[in-house]
């Protein structure tokens, strides 16, 4: 029983990594859609980087409760192996992907792949491919293999090592670039103008460009001063210049 909770814990963990994936990599670096990016009446980049962070925050609980059955199950288990782990890891990694095509993409529509490609159904078609289905068949054909039983101390480190790049990688998303001139600010809805433009001077910056609501700000500023922007209301500091990418797709 305790070796199919490892199993289990497992996918549940592929299935969190697959949404930080997506989000990290979609939402952020490329930029290519956000979560809502298809939903009627959520057209402002402050709602749609919103909802980004409560899918994030959703993908940290599914990951913790993940990493809390798996660290249960592994002091548990008598027999435990490191290539059953990988195996379950890629099976959730490509269930997500699955998951997130049929129900996101198609039945619900609330965004595709590539919202400004003249062809959003073959990315979709791509993506799901690539980095669905393959992991998921890749993921069955590992974990249906003699399992190879492990010693005391391999699944901890297995575990421990998944633990650590799933954190560092989480972490990682949250910097922005050091060399990048300008930065894009997302202020919270209760943040006021006025409070935008203080947080921008407090921070020794220089305002280039903003919405005319005072939303959504692109300033020049020390690298070292954009994290302060957090403590002044802000949603999201991007490294990233002008809006661009999904930004694109939001209108203010």
């Known amino acids: 029983m305790a070796g199919r909770s490892w199993f289990r814990w497992g996918i549940v963990l592929g299935f969190a990594i697959g949404g930080f ?18 939903v009627p009446g959520v057209s402002s980049i402050r709602a749609q980087v919103l909802w980004d962070g409560y899918f994030h925050a959703l993908m940290y609980v599914i990951a913790g409760a993940s990493l809390w059955g798996l660290w249960r199950a592994n002091r548990a288990a008598e ?48 993506w799901l491919g690539g980095f669905g289905v393959l992991p998921l068949l890749l993921g069955l054909v590992i974990a249906r293999r003699r399992p190879r039983i492990d010693g005391p101390r391999g699944p901890s480190v297995a575990l421990l090592m998944v633990s650590l790049l799933t954190g560092s990688a989480a972490a ?80 203010n």
């Open 79 to 126: 027999q435990r192996s490191g290539r059953l782990l990988a195996g379950a890891l890629l099976i959730g990694f490509g269930l997500w992907h699955v998951a997130d095509a049929l129900l996101s993409h198609w039945l619900l529509g609330i965004h595709r792949i590539r919202l400004d490609s003249p062809n959003p159904l073959l990315w979709d078609l791509a």
């Open 172 to 251: 990682w998303s949250l910097k922005p670039p050091a060399d990048q001139r300008f930065t894009t600010i997302v202020f919270a809805p209760w943040t006021t103008p006025a409070a935008g433009l203080d947080a921008v001077l407090a921070s020794g910056g220089r305002l280039l460009w903003t919405d005319r609501r005072a939303a959504v700000m692109v300033v020049e500023v020390p690298p070292e001063s954009r994290w302060s922007f957090y403590r002044r209301g802000a949603l999201l500091v991007s490294g990233a210049g002008l809006p661009n990418g999904c930004f694109s797709w939001a209108r």
């Open 21 to 38: 994936f997506d989000g990290i990599l979609l939402h952020q670096i490329l930029q290519w859609h956000h979560l809502l990016s298809l």
